[in-house]
């Protein structure tokens, strides 16, 4: 009797203490635990997670660097830049990293969270063996045209990965020693910018490069045009359609044309939206969802497999909480209209990043792209409107039918592999994710 009570009073104490401790470790855990299982990738090698105690230092700049502890995603605190909204040119050091990193065939990724996105020149990181006398920068956001251009939502933590395409050496830099780090953020003079760093690390690159041919808005160029070109090299590509157009006005793609594209062509026929509305307009919740689901049922209900599960937000624009919510629900990845280049695997599959070809781009422009897409194993994501024969009158949806002929020539001969982007997440990205 004696010893039971003994035992259940233990028993007691014991739940007592270990209740609190386990309700600490788990809401602790859950932010790490955010990180790790949903993006962390395979082979990520940390290399600052931005604590108080990893030694990196103010360098020079009239705004603030503190740590927060009351918004991290890791650790225990994020490191925290504020500019002071005068054209502020705010930079961060470590040096003296040891054991040296070795930054070769590995591209960069970050979590970076902006108070305002708008308000940024520059965001830079650049690293070097000898103390920054010569080094590699490399753009997290550069200008108005860089891989952040419509990538960074206000206020909200994002991943983002960075390609050596994307960087610039200053001098010879020994990039398998790398033992400073430097971090540079500049505001644009309309308002001081806040910038959050919590995690930076290297990822190993093993892509050879892949280039995707994408297309969107579904002018019937793409069947008459596009469809041979790329054929005469068994070359498939992506279309992302407005279903409501189809073979509702003219001009644009018919159902039997895209029928054949899948069919015959191995074309992946997938979703651009019902209407092409702006799916980050205010108040129109309800429409906004229709949009996204029922261009995906369009799909579904006209026999459509293999590219159903593709999603490219018109106008590039989405919304951070309510429409990336409602797309990745229904769809693999979404693609948007800006960034320049993308990784394998991408810093975020529901923000693909692409090279837009306007009517006045050079294909030699696209073609450097490709062979630094080779290099550096990039993803390469091309985006198209309508291939005219003539009058490519309109900046962003219009191309030279012989410019387009010249691209795609030049990707053949380079060699690089090109793949729908059904293919790229069937058979690169989720054949990694598997155990
Ligand atoms: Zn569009």
Do not use: C
Not at 107 to 121: F, G, Q, R
Not at 149 to 159: G, I, N, V
Not at 296 to 325: R, W
Request: glycine share 6%; proline share 3%.
């Amino acid at each position: 009797m004696k010893s039971s009570k003994l035992i259940i009073i233990l028993f007691l104490i014991v739940i007592g203490i270990s209740i609190p401790l386990i309700m600490t470790f788990s809401s602790q855990e859950t932010d790490i635990v955010e990180i790790s299982s949903q993006n962390k990738i395979e082979g990520e090698q940390t290399v600052f997670t931005f604590q108080k105690d990893e030694g990196i230092t103010k360098l020079s700049g009239d705004g603030a660097l503190t740590f927060d502890k009351t918004d991290y995603l890791m650790g225990k605190q994020s490191l925290k830049l504020t500019t002071d909204g005068q054209y502020g040119y705010e930079q961060i050091l470590k040096t003296n990293i040891s054991p040296p990193l070795d930054f070769r065939e590995k591209y960069l990724k970050a979590w970076i969270k902006i108070s305002n996105p708008v308000y940024v020149d520059k965001i830079w990181i650049k690293v070097s063996h000898n103390d920054l006398v010569d080094y590699k920068t490399y753009w997290i956001h550069q200008w108005a045209s860089t891989p952040s251009a419509k990538y960074f939502q206000r206020d909200t933590w994002s991943p983002i990965t960075i390609s050596l395409t994307q960087s610039k050496n200053i001098g010879n830099v020994d990039l398998s020693k790398i033992n400073a780090i430097e971090i540079v953020v500049k505001d644009n003079g309309r308002g001081p910018v806040t910038v959050w760093l919590n995690s930076l690390t290297l990822v190993e690159n093993n892509s050879e490069g892949i280039l995707t041919f994408t297309f969107d808005d579904a002018p019937v160029t793409q069947y008459t045009n596009a469809v041979p070109i790329l054929a005469k090299y068994n070359f498939s590509a992506t279309t992302y359609i407005n279903t409501d157009y189809i073979g509702n006005r003219e001009g644009k793609l018919e159902l039997y044309q895209l029928k054949e594209m899948e069919n015959v062509y191995g074309w992946d026929v997938s979703s651009h939206s019902l209407s092409h509305l702006d799916l980050t307009r205010k108040g129109a919740d309800l429409k906004i969802k229709n949009e996204i689901v029922e261009s995906k049922q369009f799909l579904i209900d006209n026999g459509f497999s293999k590219g159903v599960e593709h999603f490219a937000y018109p106008f590039g624009s989405f919304d951070y909480d309510y429409t990336m919510e409602l797309v990745k629900k229904h769809y693999k990845s979404a693609r948007g209209i800006r960034g320049n280049i993308e990784t394998l695997p991408p810093a975020d599959d529901y923000r693909l990043r692409v090279l837009y070809v306007f009517n006045y781009t050079n294909p030699d422009t696209v073609l450097n792209r490709v062979d630094k897409a080779i290099e550096n194993g990039d993803w390469l994501i091309l985006v198209n409107h309508g291939i005219v024969d003539s009058n490519a009158n309109h900046p962003h949806s219009k191309y030279l039918k012989s410019k387009f002929e010249k691209i795609v020539e030049g990707v053949y001969t380079s060699g690089i592999k090109v793949m729908t982007v059904s293919e790229v997440y069937d058979q690169i990205i989720e054949k990694k994710d598997m155990p």
